[in-house]
């Protein structure tokens, strides 16, 4: 198992960024690798996506989501990865993107690719390419506002 802590600072308010991040659909936009995601439901997404050349399909549950706080997720069917993603905001237009992920990757090619940090710097170029994408536009595409309990809720 792999596990991968980042963040970023975007100048926007929290809740643009919040609500940009509930966009999945947008996702390919930003996202290395990422060709398709497509929103089932409010708690389910399908996702595919090209590791390495190999395209991979699964759906994504998301287990929490509370507005402009976090949303967690985990992977149904295929490859193991789960993660939440928090937002924080350090003042008026200035919000912190803070992402936990664990992931387990499959074959040679993805676990020696874990081992040289390439996931780790994708999903760092990943935020600095939202960044862009929501500092540059100033608002967002849309928002989902609705709330999503965990388990232990």
Known sequence: MSTIEKSIDVYVLVSTAYNQWTQFE??????EGVEEVRQIDDKHTYWRVNVGGKV????AEITEQIPDKRIAWRARGGAYNSGVITFHRLNERITRLMLQMEYEPEGIVEKAGDMLGVVSRRV???????KELIERRGVESGGWRGKINSPAS
Do not use: I, S, T
Request: aromatic share 30%; glycine share 6%.
């Open 26 to 31: 947008v996702f390919p936009r930003f996202m």
């Open 56 to 59: 991979l399909e699964f759906e």
């Open 124 to 130: 760092q170029g990943d935020l600095e390419w939202f």
